[in-house]
């Protein structure tokens, strides 16, 4: 793991050359699939690999109502799979504070733990998928090397309910934790990929109502910029068995609705008043065309004195700390220590 920004690792000829073919304009969605043409399968790792082929089955560029089915359906059962089960206990329960009811649940350690603050996290999805069961991954995860209670929520999914519902679905959650008397420095926010966005978009949000910030901002490989624009995009695309660019600019569009500025805050959150947030950590994998999105955070937040700090997990994935791996429990110590100072 490296706390450092580093540099670009240097991929196989192959991805070389596919980057070079997508210059000079990245973005254009001609040149992007030409260039994930281009780079070889060679350059995944057999592990890579592995996750890519699982991933397959459950992620798709297709938004019909049955195949988004199929991939919430199939979410699920991954979460079912791979949750933290021992020493943990849930409690379901419903948000009635906003404009539609919201499933949530709490996760706690079985043992004793700080009772006194408290981690809301937004699971990632793309926007498109995500429940509770698939959220209980990190949330697990979260209460385990925290040692606080985990709150999360079913926030309403596009393409059925865009771009603002999930917001509004935050703030009901938050509103939530304020009538059960927990105050804004108790709270320390945490998000993965959409999630990450989600969280963002949050503390900016009661930045801009005038309210106090979170304790803090957790967030795994976190999607900040949906104009996609960062070089990591065309860069990482051999690399990253996680997501392709036809998938973010799908999930981009159900989230969206009609809207097209994508560069506005309100979406992307890079390009964001970022002052007065709070202290915030951030975590990606070298092997995420994601990876910008990270890596120009971390500066924009600097850059307009915002205590953050980047982590860089060599030879990762996107949101590589759901898997039981050694990087992912090294990610999650990490997290501990950094609620450990913050609180």
């Known amino acids: 793991m490296d706390n450092e920004t580093p540099k670009t690792p240097r991929p196989a000829e192959a991805l070389k050359k596919a980057a070079r073919a997508a210059a000079p304009n990245h973005r254009d969605p001609t040149r992007l699939r030409r260039a994930r043409r281009a ?6 790792t057999p592990m890579m690999k592995a996750i890519k082929a699982v991933h397959s ?3 798709s560029t297709s938004l019909a109502p049955e195949d988004l089915a199929r991939q919430r359906a199939a979410q699920e059962l991954f979460g079912r799979m791979v949750s933290p089960a021992v020493g943990l206990r849930t409690e379901p329960l419903t948000v009635r504070h906003g404009p539609a009811p919201v499933p949530a649940e709490w996760v706690s350690q079985e043992a004793g733990h700080d009772r006194r603050h408290v981690v809301l996290y937004c699971h990632g999805g793309g926007y498109t998928c995500g429940q509770l069961g698939y959220a209980r991954v990190l949330a697990g995860k979260l209460a385990l090397s925290t040692g606080c209670d985990v709150l999360s929520f079913e926030y309403r999914l596009a393409p059925e309910h865009p771009y603002p519902a999930a917001l509004q679905d935050a703030l009901s959650v938050w509103d939530y934790m304020a009538y059960m008397g927990y105050g804004a420095r108790d709270i320390l926010v945490a998000g993965d990929s959409a999630g990450g966005n989600l969280a963002l978009e949050l ?18 490989s976190p999607w900040t910029d949906l104009t996609a624009s960062g070089e990591s995009y065309t860069q990482r695309a051999g690399l990253d068995p996680m997501l392709t660019m ?41 092997n995420e065309i994601l990876y910008s999105d990270s890596e120009r955070l971390h500066g924009a937040m600097q850059a307009q004195n915002v205590f953050s700090t980047l982590e860089v997990y060599p030879d990762c994935w996107h949101v590589f700390q759901q898997l039981p791996t050694r990087h992912a429990a090294q990610a999650m110590d990490s997290v501990g220590r950094f609620v450990q100072r913050v609180l």
């Open 39 to 44: 780079a070889s399968a060679d350059t995944l």
């Open 57 to 59: 089955a459950t992620s």
């Open 203 to 220: 503390a900016l949000k009661l930045k801009e109502q005038g309210r106090r910030q979170p304790r803090a901002l957790i967030l795994m």
């Open 246 to 286: 036809d998938y973010v600019e799908s999930v981009r569009a159900a989230f969206c609705g009609p809207r097209t500025d994508f560069d506005a805050p309100a979406l992307s959150p890079l390009f964001a008043d970022l002052r007065g947030l709070p202290p915030t950590l951030i975590q990606v994998g070298t």
